[in-house]
Structures are given as C-alpha cells and as structure tokens.
C-alpha cells in the first residue's frame, strides 16, 4: 500500500533549522499539489505552505521568507526548508499530497522549538 513517508523532524533551539521531507513509498501517481500543515497542541490544523508541480509555493504570512518548499530530484518528494525557528512553530508536522485520483497523507512528524 503506498502511503508517504515523512523525516526531518526533531528540536531545536529557537532561530535553529531543520527540513522535512515527505516522500512516496511506492510507485504512484503524479502529484500535482503538496501541502503542509501543522498542528500544535490545543489548536486547530494551519495550512503552512503548498507546492505545485509547476513549482509555484505559497505561504502564510508567519512563515514567508523563514520556510521554503521544493521539489526533490524525485518529482513527488517534497521538502519544506524552516529558517529562523520559532518556539511558535512548534508542532506536528503532516505533509498531504494530491493526486489524479485523490490524495496521501504523511503519518506527521514533531517539530518542537525551545531554548
């Protein structure tokens, strides 16, 4: 059964960074949207970034110019770059991924942020 296998995650220390990566475990479709989101403890899922197969991103605002979402040399592996860490960027991480005939979802990863 495919599913996406997501990695990257871990602590850090605020204006530290990481990179998760969310990638297919067997032969799929192609996706044509990646999203991230995440959630953190009491509060609801937050779309962070999405990438299309074009390449195009977009951003929330609390994000812009700290996160970057790209493509790996598989077209179907995502990675989402975090800069400048946050203690407000602490949560769980999910990757959701769209295809032809419907989408994945990561199993989630933590990213915790604390001096």
């Known amino acids: 059964q495919v599913k996406l296998v997501q990695s990257g995650g871990g602590s850090v220390q605020p204006g530290g960074s990481l990179t998760l990566s969310c990638a297919p475990s067997?032969?799929?479709?192609?996706?044509?949207?990646t999203e991230w989101s995440r959630q953190a403890p009491g509060k609801q899922r937050e779309l962070v970034a999405t990438?299309?197969?074009?390449?195009?991103?977009t951003y929330i605002d609390a994000v812009k110019g700290r996160f970057t979402a790209s493509r790996g040399s598989d077209r179907n592996t995502v990675l989402l770059q975090m800069n400048s860490l946050k203690s407000d960027d602490t949560a769980v991480y999910s990757c959701?991924?769209?295809?032809?005939?419907?989408?994945?979802w990561g199993q989630g990863t933590q990213v915790t942020v604390s001096a």
């Open positions: 067997g032969n799929v479709l192609t996706f044509y949207r």
């Open positions: 990438i299309e197969s074009s390449g195009a991103t």
């Open positions: 959701k991924a769209f295809h032809a005939r419907g989408y994945y």
